[in-house]
């Protein structure tokens, strides 16, 4: 998506804010929260025109259809194979390091559905390559976009988790009823 065009849909006729901006570190997790429609697939496109990052993401395998592989993968997707037990952490990190450079956003939800517990492979990778975190938020309710600061993990996991929850409080996302 151009980032006229994106600039245009966002400011203009969405009339949406973004608060903050992505740091320049080669490599790091998006966390973006909450994840309630596939709204927050153009929503996250847009953003990321905007800010002219170069940002991936994982879609479930069922999305790269041989119809619509080219579409998703044009634009950074990459296909997950959550069947079994594959093991995310370890397939996701060898992608981190088999580049230079990587961002990739994932939902801590790990799905569109309401959850009462956000999953943390996000934070595991991050904790696993020593890379940074950047919590986004989806704030339709306030209609902004809000990029946090890098968040770097430490050896108390369930501290780290609890401060990153504490970020999200009262986010409301496009399906208030899946808001976390």
Do not use: C
């Not at 025109?49 to 998703?72: D, M, R, V, Y």
């Not at 496009?174 to 976390?180: C, P």
Request: proline fraction near 5%; avoid cysteine; aromatic fraction near 16%.
């Amino acid at each position: 998506m151009g980032n006229v065009i994106a600039r245009f849909i966002y400011f203009r006729l969405m009339k949406w804010k973004m608060i903050g901006e992505f740091p320049v570190f080669p490599k790091y997790i998006v966390a973006v929260f909450p994840h309630t429609s596939w709204l927050d697939f153009f929503v996250g496109l847009m953003v990321r025109s905007i800010s002219k990052e170069q940002i991936n993401f994982l879609g479930k395998k069922e999305l790269f259809s041989p119809l619509t592989a080219w579409f998703f993968k044009g634009l950074g997707g990459a296909p997950l194979d959550r069947s079994g037990n594959r093991g995310s952490v370890e397939s996701i990190a060898a992608v981190f390091n088999a580049h230079k450079q990587f961002r990739i956003a994932l939902a801590p939800e790990g799905t569109r559905k309401k959850v009462s517990k956000l999953r943390t492979g996000y934070y595991q990778i991050a904790k696993k390559l020593q890379i940074p975190i950047v919590p986004v938020a989806f704030d339709y309710g306030n209609k902004k976009v809000v990029i946090y600061a890098p968040f770097n993990t430490s050896a108390d996991e369930k501290k780290d988790l609890k401060i990153l929850e504490t970020l999200f409080k009262g986010v409301e996302g496009y399906s208030k009823e899946k808001s976390f």
